[in-house]
C-alpha cells in the first residue's frame, strides 16, 4: 500500500517519529551511475540511506539529498561525479531528514525530526548550524515543506514562517489547515498548498507571498478527496499544484493536476492516471514534471514519470536498479528538482529488494537524474 494512504487512515507516521535515533559513521557511494532510456542510476544498491526524501540542487554539479538510514537522519551531496554521506560539522542527530533546500553553495537549509520536535538546519559553506523555530510546525505529517531564496526562507506546516535576517514572521492558519507544499520564485514571491482536513470533506487551499504577507487564493478546484501536497512554480503567476484521490471500490489512485495563471485555475489532468502523484517540478526548460508511485499494474509500481509539454502528458520508464526486486517490483518517488540550467531533473526515493524468505520488506535509496532531452514514447 501507498505510504500517504497509510497515513490517511492512521497515525503511522507519529508511532514511527518517536523512534530513537542511531548513529553512524560516514560512506561515500561511488558507482558509476547506469543511463537507461531517458534517466540514469545516479545512486542505488548499496548506500548510506535507504529512503531518500527530499533533494534540491544549486546547479549541475552541486546539489543535497535528505532521508534515512534505519532510524538515523542522512543528508548526501552530490559533487557532480557521485553522492556522498554530507560529513561537514555541527549537523544534528535526528530520526530523519524529511527536506531541504538549497539556494546557494553557502546556503542550504534542511528539516527533519528528532522524536516529535522539529529540528532545523542551516550550512554556510563550512558547517551546519541548528536554528530554532519559534512556531510549531505541527505534528500531523512528519514531512514539512521549506523553500529556500537568496534572502530568504519559507516554512510550511500549521502554520507558515519565513526567516530574513535572522528574524521570523509568522502566518497563523485556519484551524485544520496543513501546508505541504511550497515554492518560490523570489524572497518577494512565493506560493503555498496544503489540505483544510480531513481529505473526505475537506478541500486544497492555495496562498500567495508577495513579500510582506501571505494571501489566499481561490481554492484549486479539485476533484473532491484530492489530497493536494506539491505545488511547483514556473514563473511569477504561472504556478502547479497536484496530488491525488482514492477512487471506490479498489480502483486505481486518481491524480489531479491544476495551474494557476495568475487569475484563475485550471484542471491539465489530462491523460495522467493510475499515479500515487507526490512530487512535482518543472526544469530549466519549463516542462513539468510528475512522479510518485505507479499503479498500472495492480501488483507492481514499475519507476514511472510524466511530462507535460503545456499540451499533454507523456508516460516514460525511469532506470531500474541491478537489485531491485524484478518480480514484484515496488519504486516510489517522493520528491523532483531541477537538475541545474541544463534541463535534467533529480528523482529521490526508494524501492524493494527481492523478497528474502522472511516476510519483512526491505528497501533501498534510489536517486535517478534525467538525460537530457528525456522524452520517449510509452513502451508499455
Known sequence: MHRRQLIRTAAASMVLATALFATGG?????????????????????????????????????????????????????????????????????????????????????????GLDAVLAHYDGESWTTVPIPHPVGRSWPEVPIKAVPGRLFVGG?????????????????????????????ADDAYATGMQYPV??????????????WTRLADPPARTETDITALAVAEPGNVYVAGWATAPRGAPPIPG???WDG????????????????????????????????????ADSAPVFWYFDGTGWTKEFGAWAPDSDNQSPTYIFHDLAPAGDSGAVWAVGDYNLPW??????????LIQRSVVPAVTPDRR
Do not use: C, K
Open 26 to 114: 560516514a560512506v561515500a557511494h561511488e558507482a558509476t551511475p547506469t543511463a537507461t532510456a531517458g534517466w540514469e542510476l545516479s545512486l542505488s544498491g548499496e548506500s548510506p540511506i535507504e529512503t531518500v526524501e527530499s533533494v534540491s540542487a544549486v546547479d549541475d554539479d552541486l546539489a543535497w539529498a535528505v532521508g534515512r538510514q534505519g532510524q538515523r537522519g542522512v543528508v548526501m551531496r552530490w559533487d557532480g561525479v557521485r553522492w556522498s554521506e554530507d560529513t561537514a560539522p555541527g549537523l544534528p542527530q535526528v530520526w530523519t531528514w524529511s527536506s531541504v533546500s538549497a539556494a546557494a553553495a553557502d546556503d542550504v537549509w534542511v528539516h527533519g525530526l528528532s
Open 158 to 186: 500549521s502554520s507558515l514562517q519565513t526567516y530574513a535576517d535572522g528574524v521570523w514572521q509568522n502566518f497563523e492558519l485556519p484551524h485544520l489547515v496543513n501546508i505541504r507544499g511550497l515554492d518560490a520564485f523570489s
Open 200 to 213: 473526505d470533506g475537506g478541500h486544497p487551499v492555495a496562498y500567495h507571498w508577495d513579500g510582506t504577507t
Open 257 to 259: 493536476v491544476l495551474h
Open 263 to 298: 487569475t484563475e485555475w485550471r484542471d491539465i489532468t489530462g491523460s495522467l492516471s493510475h499515479l500515487y502523484l507526490d512530487a512535482i517540478t518543472v526544469d530549466a526548460t519549463g516542462g513539468l514534471w510528475v512522479a510518485g508511485m505507479d499503479s498500472t499494474d495492480p
Open 356 to 365: 528474502d524468505g522472511t516476510g519483512i520488506s526491505t528497501g533501498r535509496g
